[in-house]
Nanobody, 119 residues
Framework: QVQLVESGGGLVQAGGSLRLACAAS????????MGWFRQAPGTEREFVGG????????NYADSVKGRFTISRDNAKNTVYLQMNSLKPEDTAVYYC????????????WGQGTQVTVSS
């Protein structure tokens, strides 16, 4: 099992940048695929992007492609979400999540961090 703690959220103006971090407990972080999700008030949680166990592959939702970048540092048990050119519609609670090797479902979730983008 893995425990996840997000950090780095806050208030930023449109066009600005933020970097979220997600620190994982345990010694097997590199065995998990990692993902970022977000949920705005009154909406369903949506997938933002994911990264492979080694970090060499990443995929993104169309809404953030070209603006957001996911990376990971397995030595530090941390996954990052670099968010550039932020828009008010990016405002949401952002969650990181982990999935076991070979599975598509994310089983482990952090508590979330609020990102607010002002216009």
């Amino acid at each position: 099992q893995v425990q996840l703690v997000e950090s780095g959220g806050g208030l930023v103006q449109a066009g600005g940048s933020l970097r979220l971090a997600c620190a994982a407990s345990g010694r097997t972080f590199s065995s998990y695929g990692m993902g970022w999700f977000r949920q705005a008030p009154g909406t369903e949680r949506e997938f933002v992007g994911g990264i492979s166990r080694s970090g060499n592959l990443a995929n993104y939702a169309d809404s953030v492609k070209g603006r957001f970048t996911i990376s990971r540092d397995n030595a530090k048990n941390t996954v990052y979400l670099q968010m550039n050119s932020l828009k008010p519609e990016d405002t949401a609670v952002y969650y990181c999540a982990a999935r076991n090797y070979g599975e598509s479902k994310y089983d482990y979730w952090g508590q979330g961090t609020q990102v607010t983008v002002s216009s």
